[in-house]
């Protein structure tokens, strides 16, 4: 009996090692592919911002805050006030200064048309120095309830 122990193959056999070459090529086209398009998907807005020579202005020592809350009642400072009573109260804080800042906070619910309304008996009352303030993001902050 005679037994043969080695096949003879044609050439043709299964290849245990991986060919990287084109794995490697496809990763540098997606390269290529997304730093072409990265710059592309940032969104500009072409504004051509004036420059200006004007001096920082100093911070007040005690500003003046005016805040309407959510169910758009008025707080000078710490104490609540009425709109109709918005201009003496303004004058005796300012010392009747109408070129004094006055600082508006509103609670995110208020109305564009209720800050308005406000920030208009602010200038029927001669402030027109109005700054609006606001909260820097500090985190990814959700997006505000409709």
Not at 67 to 95: H, K, M, N
Not at 117 to 139: F, H, P, Q
């Amino acid at each position: 009996m005679a037994f043969k122990l080695e096949q003879e193959d044609d050439g043709v056999g299964e290849v245990s090692e991986i060919n990287v070459t084109p794995f490697i090529d496809v990763v540098l086209v997606l390269l290529i592919i997304f730093m072409v398009a990265a710059p592309l998907s940032t969104v500009d807005v072409p504004v051509d911002l004036p420059t200006s020579n004007a001096e920082p202005q100093e911070r007040p020592d005690e500003p003046v805050y005016l805040t309407v809350q959510e169910d758009l009642s008025l707080v000078l400072g710490e104490a609540p006030i009425t709109s109709e009573a918005l201009a003496a109260a303004l004058d005796e804080r300012t010392g009747g200064n109408r070129e004094e800042r006055i600082f508006l906070r509103a609670d995110g619910a208020v109305s564009y048309a209720s800050l308005m309304d406000v920030m208009n008996k602010l200038r029927s009352a001669g402030y027109v120095r109005i700054g609006l303030v606001g909260v820097e993001e500090t985190a990814a902050a959700p997006p505000p309830a409709r």
